[in-house]
């Protein structure tokens, strides 16, 4: 059984940083393509970023490019989002997932996002 477990949300202010956490059980994320996606209230989730498992590549949206960096420590099966100069546009359900079939990104999404954590609440205000 595949789960995902996403840690290290909080309330932050404006251009503060957040580093979360999405551990893996029952996977190995670098079989994968592994992602990033984020809801904020009443708007549809989104790609956030997307790192590759094929050949670690990564990838990111252009709201968060230069701000974020998406990486995996294989020897703990976890994926990271550092997120620095965070903005208030940032608060979100931020979701890790991980795709069921490829190993190669869609951009900075999933071709077949297969699972997903429960995810974790990042707030940005003042």
């Known amino acids: 059984q595949v789960q995902l477990v996403e840690s290290g949300g909080g309330l932050v202010q404006p251009g503060g940083s957040l580093t979360l956490s999405c551990a893996a059980s029952g996977t190995t994320l670098r079989y994968y393509a592994i992602a990033w996606y984020r809801q904020a209230p009443g708007k549809e989730r989104e790609g956030v970023s997307c790192?590759?498992?094929?050949?670690?590549?990564?990838h990111y949206a252009d709201s968060v490019k230069g701000r974020f960096t998406i990486s995996r420590d294989d020897a703990k099966n976890t994926l990271y989002l550092q997120m620095n100069s965070l903005k208030p546009e940032d608060t979100a359900v931020y979701f890790c997932?991980?795709?069921?079939?490829?190993?190669?990104?869609?951009?900075?999404?999933?071709?077949?996002?297969?699972?997903w954590g429960q995810g974790t609440q990042v707030t940005v205000s003042s």
């Open positions: 997932s991980s795709d069921s079939i490829y190993y190669y990104c869609s951009g900075y999404n999933l071709h077949r996002p297969g699972y």
């Open positions: 790192l590759s498992g094929s050949d670690g590549s990564t």
